[in-house]
Structures are given as structure tokens and as C-alpha cells.
């Protein structure tokens, strides 16, 4: 599956950061992570640290899946709103959902600290309503998120124009968010767990994988094998090969980014992170070398020779969107990119055991919230594989659906 097309500005920026052998033998662990991306990165880092032998395979070099072309904004807020997530998995787990991202954040950044990763920096969240038949939505949806403790705070139009100098009818302003490189995240995580005994091996791609009673067998392309006691599929949107059922919504997606504007340019207060309520929703963050970064104008299909006619189109289409929102701010775009993107239908990610496929759990972050759902699955993962319970894993299982 071609991922992305463009220039994923995280690749760009950093390059190849380190490189990793090819599997050219065969082994054994405990448990195989299929996928180097920051799913299995994370899923990684937590088993490493649990004290489990594991092993990372991927059939690209590490971090060219999604991961490179992440836009990287973090945040609580999940793509399904939480006022409509309650009608459909129910109130208790709609809200559950949103406080694991929240924690998922702060757990992000201590990591970073205990990996001495820099690139983190804590944010804040503005959502504002892109039509005037928003507002109604947006109330309800502060009202639900200020009744369960997020810490909000609801913007009229007026105070949203003195504060940002946007002109929208409303706005949420929520103060859980940050953001990253999920790239450079990736390697600096794989990095770390490397030296506590975490083997890599990318560029080997899987062609085959054997489910027994008591282990997993996967077979490289080369015909070498790894044979472990449990497998976690850390496989992005590929996940798509593995399970028959229709558990994803693959489409299309594009982000261009500014170049660099002078250490002193202001872009607008505190740098926060921006989305609306249009459906593509339009988003928007800064980076730490002082650009601006803006990301949306999804289309509803895959095929990637289609996406990627479009990607001049886009760029001119975001940059006009972004105009519209601040036509006081310059944006030069630099770097443009697409990428292939994934939807639930309740917009929650897919963690846990699939029944006919035994010794396996998949950590699947689908949607926008794919880097904190990255989070939540690496912890349920490991508790399941430690046989410690975990009261969310129900949430975002397979039986749901
Ligand atoms: C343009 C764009 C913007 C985004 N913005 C955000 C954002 O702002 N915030 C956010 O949280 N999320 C965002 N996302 C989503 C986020 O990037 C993804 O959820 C995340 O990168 C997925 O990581 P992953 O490790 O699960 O998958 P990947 O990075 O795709 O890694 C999976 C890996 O599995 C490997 N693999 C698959 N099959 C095999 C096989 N058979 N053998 C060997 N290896 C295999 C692949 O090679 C791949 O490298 C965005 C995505 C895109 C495309």
C-alpha cells in the first residue's frame, strides 16, 4: 500500500535519523511487533520496560509507514465529537475514551523525559464552529465536556475575534494538548529500547503469518522465520490485509506547511492548536523552527494515483483556507504531502485480541487521535500479554462491533 506521497515535512526535516539491520536469520522471542511505526515503537517501549523479549519487523525502512507523514497534533478530542460518541458506544466509555487520550498526552510527555526526547512541547486546544449552524453543536458539546471535568472554556464570537483574530461565531478552548514529530518520537523511543535489548529489523517485510495453539509463526520474504509466543500487529492501515471484516474506512488526506518565518514572527496567541467543525475538518498547528503547518481537505477515497494528482490542487486549497482564517498571517508553502488516512465508524481506534487469529493483538490508532490511541493500545496490549487486567480494553475490542 503506498502510504504518502509528497514531502512528509518530519522526513524532510530529519532524514534518516539511524538505520536498522534486515532480518537475515531465523529467531525467537517472546512476542513480535509487526510494524515500526509509533504503534509498535510504543508497544515496544512498554513491553522493553515490562521486561519482555521482543522484536520490531518492518517491511519499510523504520518510520516510513504513516508515522513520517503525521501532522503530529495531540490531542484529547477525538474525531467523533463526545456529545455524538455517547449515542453510540454509550456514555461511561464516550467519556472514558476522552479521558485515556487526555492521560494518553500526559504520559506522552513524561516519556519524553525519561527518553530525553525534545521535541514535545505542551499546547493548548481551540476548536471553533465554521458555521453559524454550529453553535448549537458546539454548546452541547462544552456543556458535556465541562459536566465530565475537561478543562474548557467556551469562546463567543467576539472573544474569539480579541483573542485570536479569528471570525467565527464560537469556539472551544480546551487547555490539554500538545504537540510532536511523531517521526523523530519514533526512532528516539526505538533508540532507547534498543539499548535495553529490543531487536529492530526493517526493510523485511512479513510475506506470511502461521496462528498455532501456542505460538506465531512469521515467514520473511527471504523464508526466515520468527517464531513467537504472541504477535502484536503494529500495522497501520495495512491492518486492512490481515482482517476480512470492514473494521476501516481508508481515505485520502493532505498537509502543506510554511516556510520557515523569522524567530520573532508572532502567528497568533500561544501558538494553540486549531480545528473547526467543517466535515473535512480544516486544522492547524506551529512548529518549533517557526512555521505553520495546516492539514485537511480529506477525500473520501484511496486510491493513491488519484490522491496524489491532487496534491498541487490541495496545497492551493489549504493555503486559501488558512487565508480565510487569518488573511493577515503570510503562508509560503514549502513542503506538501498526502497521505492515506482511517475512519471507524465511531471513531475509536481497534486494540486487543481478533478472534481467529490466535497468540495475536492488534494496536490499531485509527483516526485522527492516531498517536494518543498509539498510547492507549501499548498499555492495554502489555497489560493483556502480562495477564494484567485492564478495565478499558472492552472499549475499543473487536466485540464492539
Ligand atoms: C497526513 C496525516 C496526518 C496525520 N495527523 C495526525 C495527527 O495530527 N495526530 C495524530 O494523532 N495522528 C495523525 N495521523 C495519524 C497517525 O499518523 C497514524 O495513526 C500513525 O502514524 C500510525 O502509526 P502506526 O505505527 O500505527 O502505523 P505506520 O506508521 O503505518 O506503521 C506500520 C508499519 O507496519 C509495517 N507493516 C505493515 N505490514 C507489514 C508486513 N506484512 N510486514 C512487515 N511490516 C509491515 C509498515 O511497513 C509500516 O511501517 C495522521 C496521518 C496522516 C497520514
Redesign the pocket.
Known sequence: ?K??SGY?FWLVKNGLPYNYPKLQTSIKTDVAI????????LSAYYLINAGINCVV????T??????????????YEIDTPLCKLKNLVGLDNAVRSYQLCAEAIETIETITKKINYKQFKASKSLYYAAYKKDISFLEEEFTIRKQHGFKVKFLTQAQLKKQFNITAPCAILSKCAAKID?YSF?HTLLQHSLKKGLQIFDR????N?KHNKNKVT?TTENGNTIVANKLI???????V??IKKKIVKLHS???TISEQANVKTKFWKDNVLIWNTADPYL?M?TTSDNRILI?GRDEEFFNPIKRDKLINRKKNQLVKDFNAVFPSIEFKPEFT??????ATKDGLPFIGTYPSLPNSYF????????????VIAAEIITDLIIGKKNNDAEIFSFQRI
Open positions: 500500500m502510504l504518502s512528509p509487526l510494524g515500526g511505526g509509533i504503534s509498535g515503537a519487523i518492518d517491511a519499510r523504520i518510520g516510513l509507514g504513516s508515522t513520517c507523514a503525521s501532522t503530529s497534533l495531540l490531542q511523531a519514533t523485511t517485510p512479513i510475506k503469518i512469521l500487529y503494529a500495522t497501520g492501515y495495512e491492518a490485509n490481515f488526506t493532505y498537509a486544522y498547528r492539514g504531502w498526502t497521505g492515506t488516512f482511517g494496536a490499531l490508532g485509527f483516526g485522527g487521535n492516531g498517536i494518543t490511541f498509539s
